[in-house]
């Protein structure tokens, strides 16, 4: 069997040109990967949202935190960590208004936890 790229003789049975890297005829499609990239969101989602919470940087946080609602739901429609999307999602969503409402309300707050840093 001869690549048809790059015309090397690859032999029977090679799913993939050893000179050139190109697909062999007859090459299994590559396995789809379950939930692929996406299957760690819950988890990525949960601890986003958990920083997006604690930390205490107006605004930041809440950017942090919304991100964390995305990807927590994008992790729900994965099984994978699904139980930590869900609490992720909350905690997102608590996060943002919590920020929103603490930025609006007590600024001080931010202005305390910036003091040890000489802010
Ligand atoms: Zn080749």
């Not at 048809?4 to 090679?14: I, L, P």
């Not at 396995?31 to 920083?51: D, E, H, K, V």
């Not at 605004?59 to 999307?85: C, E, H, M, N, P």
């Amino acid at each position: 069997m001869y690549c048809s790229e790059c015309g090397k003789d690859v032999g029977e049975g090679t799913h993939f040109c050893p000179g050139c890297g190109t697909a062999m005829a007859g090459a299994p499609p590559p396995l789809p990967q379950y939930g692929g990239a996406r299957s760690n969101c819950g988890l990525c989602g949960f601890i986003t949202a958990l920083i997006g919470l604690f930390l205490p940087v107006p605004f930041v946080d809440i950017l942090i935190a919304a991100a964390g609602v995305i990807l927590s739901g994008i992790g729900i429609s994965t099984r994978k960590y699904r139980g930590l999307a869900i609490a992720g999602l909350i905690i997102g969503i608590v996060a943002v208004i919590g920020n929103i409402s603490l930025v609006l309300t007590q600024p001080e707050v931010y202005t305390d936890a910036w003091e040890p840093w000489g802010f």
